[in-house]
Each structure stands twice: as structure tokens, then as C-alpha cells.
């Protein structure tokens, strides 16, 4: 019998129970429509967190207190990085003499970090204040909307202005132009020299967006304190491996190996993918289990199905249909059921991820549909062999006199 007839009489038979046979697809549709999302708001996830460390430069160096990463390499250690943040092991004389180093070093910034209240008129608000050098916005690519980043000399006459994040200015002035304004930061006055572009970014942290940048000698005296908790530099043309081993060496004249870190972003980077790798891994394996669920669905239903229609399976062998015959038509059937269901799986995750990109990051990829739409195909073959094979093997006599 001709593979279309077969296909035709399968569907033929899967829309005379509608209701059922959508009910039964549904375990397939949500398993697919599962493991396509999940994986897509990972690696969405990914791109996102590989776009905002890009924004900084791929020769940007980073010195921290601490151990960042684990003996393993592989994480983050936290408990020594509170204990070197609390220990203060990085000066901002380090910055200074990381400077001196021009025959790796272009230029390096501090870091200073603190949060204070933010006032203009009667808007108020309690950002964090990042201290800096003035080469930090060349370092990092923060340029500004309007207005212009800070200079070296209001570095050294220790002036009082200040360079908004985009939200900041946003929150603060709306649709008034802030250059030149002045707002009380911990009530004294700063001067708004310039608002930063839009950046986003802040995964797992506050966004670029919603910090005020100052001066880092500024910020050292507004709030009594000259605690540097990151060090940032770029590194000479691209050879960033001679410029880490140059700081190291200079940090390991005063401290130990555990006590500072220096390191590229990318070695953050895929930490992160390492991590977000795992956690993508891992529910999408929770949301197969779904496809398995559905699979199992199928197969009862076809059991089901295989019992109704005993008798027609007898008829059909009286007039000479071969078991490979009603086999290959009962398999049809659960492959049609597993495929549609899939189909249909795929539409309801795209659909899903428009709306959800609005939100969360996603990025449905080729390589997730096609797996997950095979894994549905694979669980109607699967699932569907046994009562294929049940119904290929009854005895035409005998189902001919079930009742």
C-alpha cells in the first residue's frame, strides 16, 4: 500500500478524535516550546554578558584585591575578596606607578566606589558614585551624550563635577538640559559636566546607566576615604600577557599571590559562559523531561486507540493487509501526532521569545529548534513502536470476534 494512502488514513483517523489527539500532542508542545525557551534565555544571556565586557576593549586589564578566581580557576572566590576589600590591599599610589609602566601600560585609572544621596531641586536619588581618573572614560569607552567627561586638571585642582549616568540624568532632570547644573551630592555642590550614552550592562549588578562619575581625588576627599577597589588599565597595542606579568610583578614586591588578582575579561567572561553554560544544561534537561512525559502520553493514547479499533484492524487482515502494514499505519500516526506537536512546539517558543526579548535577553538558535523538534520526532517513533507493533500482531479471528 503506497506511503500516502497510509498517511492519509492516519490523519483521517487523528481528526475523527480532534480533542483527544490535541490533548495528547500537548505534552509535545509544551516540552519542545520548554527547551527551545530555556536554551534561548541562556544564550541570550551569553550574548548580552559578552556585549557589555566587548564595550570595554579587548586590551582592558583589571587588578582587584583578593583572590578572584578559585585555585580551579574555575570561580569566584568570595569570601577572600570581602576579606581584601575589607584589608584595603590596593593604594592609589599603585595607579600612579602602573602609569609609569608605558612600555606596556597606555594609561590606567582607579576605582572608587561609593553611594550617596543625589539631590536637584526636589528630585532626589542614592546612584552609585564611581571615583575615576580622567583616561577612564577613554579605558572603559564610556563617552558622553552630551557634554564632556572630566579632565586631568579637575583631577589635580580636585574640582567639584560630576559626569551623570544615562538613568541618573534621566531620573533627575527629565527633559531638562543638565549641563551646567549643579546638584548636591552628600549636600555639597557638583557641577554637571557631562550625561554618558546610553550603556545598559550591569548583570548582576547596578546598570553603567545608573552611576555618577567624579574625579577619583574628588571623591576621595567628599568621602574621606581613598579605599580603591578596582584598578583598570589598557595595556600597550595587544600584547596584554607581557602587561599582566609587568603589574604582577610589581604587586608581588609588596603582597602575596592570594592578596590581588590581575586578570583580562575575558577570563571573567568565561567564567560566566562556564556558568550560564551549566545552568542552560541543566533546565533544558529539566524541560526534555517534559518531551518524555509527552512521549509517554502518545503511547497510552495509541494503546487506547489500538483497543477501540480492534475489530477494524481485524477486518483490514481479513482483506489482506499485512502487519507491516497496520504497523507502519498505527507508527504514522504517533509520528504525525509527535511531529505536529512539535511544529507547533517551535511557533509557541518563537512567539514566547518576541515577547520576552522586551525583557530578558533570548536568542533562539537554529541548533535548539532542530534538536528539540528531532527529540519530538525521535519520542513518536519511540513511543509509538509498541502499540504499532501490538496492533501489527493481533490475530485476525480473534479481533474480528472482539467485542
Same mark, same amino acid.
Given at each position: ?34 527547551? !527551545? ?23 582592558? !586589564? ?53 553611594? *550617596?544621596? %543625589? ?19 577613554? !579605558? ?17 585642582? @580636585?574640582?567639584?563635577? *560630576? ?62 576615604? @581613598? ?53 542552560? *544544561? ?10 518524555? %512525559? ?69 536568542? %533562539? ?22 502499540? *504499532?507493533? @501490538? ?13
Amino acid at each position: 500500500m503506497p506511503f500516502s494512502t497510509l498517511l492519509l488514513m492516519a490523519l483521517r483517523s487523528l481528526w475523527r478524535n480532534k480533542s483527544r489527539s490535541i490533548l495528547t500532542m500537548l505534552g509535545v508542545i509544551i516540552g519542545v516550546g520548554s527547551v !527551545i525557551l530555556l536554551v534561548a534565555i541562556g544564550n541570550g544571556l551569553k550574548q548580552y554578558v559578552t556585549d557589555q565586557f566587548e564595550q570595554f576593549g579587548a586590551n582592558s !586589564i583589571y587588578v582587584a584585591p583578593g583572590e578572584l578566581f578559585g585555585d580551579s580557576g574555575g570561580g569566584f572566590s568570595s569570601n577572600d575578596q570581602v576579606t581584601a576589600l575589607l584589608s584595603n590591599t590596593l593604594r592609589y599610589e599603585d595607579v600612579l606607578e602602573i602609569r609609569r609602566m608605558r612600555e606596556y601600560i597606555s594609561d590606567a585609572s582607579g576605582m572608587a566606589m561609593n553611594s *550617596a544621596e %543625589v539631590t536637584y531641586k526636589k528630585a532626589s536619588e542614592k546612584p552609585t558614585i564611581l571615583g575615576v581618573n580622567a583616561s577612564y572614560s577613554v !579605558i572603559s569607552n564610556t563617552k558622553t551624550d552630551v557634554g564632556n567627561f572630566f579632565t586631568e586638571i579637575d583631577e589635580e585642582k @580636585k574640582s567639584q563635577v *560630576a559626569v551623570l549616568g544615562y538613568n541618573i540624568a534621566q531620573d533627575l532632570f527629565g527633559s531638562v538640559d543638565p549641563i551646567g547644573k549643579t546638584i548636591l551630592i552628600k549636600n555639597r555642590p557638583f557641577k554637571v559636566v557631562g550625561v554618558a550614552e546610553e550603556k545598559g550592562g550591569g548583570f548582576g549588578g547596578p546598570s553603567f546607566d545608573d552611576y555618577i562619575y567624579m574625579p577619583i581625588t574628588s571623591s576621595f576627599q567628599l568621602f574621606d576615604s @581613598k579605599i580603591v577597589v578596582r584598578i583598570v588599565a589598557a595595556a600597550k597595542g595587544d600584547d596584554t600577557q607581557s602587561a599582566i606579568t609587568a603589574i604582577e610583578e610589581y604587586f608581588l614586591k609588596r603582597l602575596k599571590e592570594d592578596e590581588f588578582s590581575v586578570f583580562k575579561q575575558d577570563e571573567i567572561l568565561k567564567v560566566i559562559d562556564q556558568i550560564l553554560g551549566a545552568l542552560t *544544561a541543566g533546565l533544558g534537561g529539566i524541560a526534555a523531561i517534559s518531551l518524555v %512525559v509527552g512521549g509517554i502520553g502518545i503511547m497510552n493514547i495509541m494503546l487506547v486507540s489500538v483497543t477501540e479499533r480492534t475489530r477494524e484492524i481485524g477486518l483490514r487482515k481479513a482483506l489482506g493487509a499485512t502487519p507491516t502494514v497496520i504497523l507502519t499505519q498505527f507508527l504514522i500516526e504517533s509520528v504525525v501526532l509527535s511531529v505536529s506537536g512539535g511544529l507547533i512546539g517551535v511557533g509557541f517558543a518563537y512567539l514566547i521569545a518576541i515577547v520576552l526579548d522586551q525583557f530578558l535577553p533570548t536568542a %533562539v538558535t537554529l541548533g535548539a529548534v532542530m534538536l528539540a523538534f528531532g527529540v519530538s520526532a525521535a519520542v513518536g517513533i519511540i513511543f509509538g513502536v509498541y502499540p *504499532a507493533r @501490538k496492533a501489527s500482531q493481533l490475530s485476525p479471528i480473534e479481533a474480528l470476534r472482539y467485542e
